[in-house]
Each structure stands twice: as C-alpha cells, then as structure tokens.
C-alpha cells in the first residue's frame, strides 16, 4: 500500500479509522505549551538587537518567512507521531456460527441378561442400533463409549470420529468381559474418568442397563458424588420388560439420574428406546453460537512513516540558512 501519499490527510480518510488507542491525542495540547515554553527560555536567555530599516526589499521579507519551515516541519513530525501512536485501523466485523459441543460418556451393559428378546432382536442389539443412529444425530460432540458387566472397559476415549464409534458399537457382546455381575458404580466412575478433566461446559454420562448394581469395587452412591462434583448429568435407562421370570430392578439407575441433575427412563421396546434417545438428543442438544470476527488492518506505519520523513526535512533545513529561526 502506497504511504507516500496525501490522501492519508484527508477528513475522509482519518474518519473511517478506528483509534486503538485515541487516549494519545491529548498530546496534541502539548504542543502550543512545549512552543511556548521554549520561546519564554530563549527571549529570557538572548539579548535583541532591534534594527530599524525603512525599505526591505519583497525578496528579503520572503526569506524571512521562509526560516519557518524549520518549526512548521518539525510540528508536522510531532502530529503525526502522534497520529501512529494513536493506532489508525481499519476494522471489518463479520458473524459466524460455532458449535458449543457436549462431551458425552456412553456407557452399555454387556452382561449375558442383555440377550434376552423382550427387544428386538435382543436388548443389547437394540440398544446397539439405537446408540448408531444416537451418534449420528450429534455434531461437534465427543462421545467416549464404555462397556461394562462385572467389570468395565472403555472401547473409545472421547472422540468426534463417528464412524469409529459405529464400529465401536457393531463389536460389542457378551464375550468382551467375562467377569459376571452388573458393575454401574464401576461403569459410572469409568464414564467421569472420560469426563472430569475436559474442559466443556455440558458433560454427560448415557447409562443402559437392565439390572440393578451387583458387583464392583465402586459403590454407585461413591460414584454419582464424584459425578456430581465433576459437573456431571447422568441419564440412565433401564432397558427390558418386567416378567414372572425377571423383574428388571430400577432403584439404582433412577437413584444416579435424580442425584445428578439428569432424568431416569424405562425402555420396554425398541421403540421405547428410540423415543428416549430423541428425547435426550433435544435435552441435550448442541448450541450454536454468533461469535464476532473482526478483521483488524493496522496503518499506523503510515503516519510513522510520514513522521520520520518530517523530522529529516526538519532536521535538513536546520543545518541551512533557514536554521536560523531556532536561534532567534
């Protein structure tokens, strides 16, 4: 860009800046005081010898004015120093739409109980498929996936890799793990391990399962306190319909919900569980923000530049004829 230019003078042009920092134009008060000052110092200090002649010629009252070139550069210098101080931009604001994710630990019972059929084709397959099409619903989420029976195990960190997770889910059975029991004390501290040092504002942990807790070193009232300190909501459901031969027993899973700030849900079919996870995909749902984007062009170096020229062709004409002015 062209500096070497008058145009960077014009109203036109100094109106469109934004100052970053405008605070230096109160140096412009400085400089009749500064003037001042040094024309008291000098008059106290030099004697005048006055001279009284009756026909100047027009050549020498030219040269007379033109020993003011010296102050007249040297002011020019000092405004626009300040000028660059002040720090001219010129500013383009713009909008954009980011995405606030949720991180989110998913964790599935994989015991042998979840291949009962009261779901289609059985409960561990259904909750598979609904966990699919779950994952596909998200944007700008990390979700980590656990499974757990007697034991856990954590199939993915958090992670926006989708497809991977789909895979995650396809691989899932009953011979992952092969300590029996139902561990969700255990499956609910794997899911904060996932969580509590991510640095989002909605974190979540997905419980399927369709027992109460029977094993593990973790007791889940010790687990949803460490949930609940991490900032961690806790969705459960207990998957599987009630029978003669097994009553699904909820205690648990309705116990870490209420506790931590989330919601307990009963899935007794396939559609059941579709609905539920609908329902915390609008509970928990990605927010979308408008976040400001500014576009900031410097062009102080203009008036820097234009500075530095003024102070040499002050700094110039000092050292000439004209340089007596400063002596006077």
Known sequence: MI???????STSALNKFEWANPYFF?????????????????????QTLVLSVSNLSIQASLFVWLRYFVPFFYILGIVCLILALARPQLVNSDKEK?????????????SDSMLAKDLQPNRLEAAKNI??????????????????????????????????????????????????????????????????????KSKIAIIISDGDNTTGAIAPETAIELAKTFGIRVYTIAIGKNSAEEVIDEKTLKMLAEKADGQFFRAT???????????INLLEKTKFKDQNIKDVSDYYYIY????????????????????????D
Do not use: H
Not at 3 to 9: E, N, P, Q
């Open 269 to 279: 079919d396939n559609n059941a569980l579709i609905k539920i996870f609908s329902k």
């Open 131 to 200: 966990g699919k099409g779950f994952v596909e619903g998200r944007v700008n989420d990390r979700i980590a996936l656990v499974a757990f029976a007697g034991e856990t195990t954590t199939l993915s960190p958090l992670t926006t890799d989708y497809d991977l997770l789909k895979e995650y889910l396809n691989s899932l059975n009953t011979s992952l793990i092969k300590t029996s029991g139902t561990a969700i004390g255990m499956a609910l501290s794997s899911c904060i391990n996932k969580l509590r040092d991510v640095p989002s």
């Open 26 to 46: 109160w140096l412009f008060l400085l400089i009749p005081i500064l003037f001042f000052l040094k024309w008291v110092f000098k008059s106290q200090r030099k």
């Open 98 to 110: 980011y995405a606030e994710g949720i991180d989110i630990a998913l964790a599935i019972d994989i």
């Open 3 to 9: 500096w070497f230019s008058l145009k960077w003078f």
């Open 304 to 327: 820097l530049n234009w500075s530095i020229l003024f102070f040499l062709i002050s700094l110039f004409l000092k050292f000439t004829f004209l340089g007596n002015i400063l002596e």
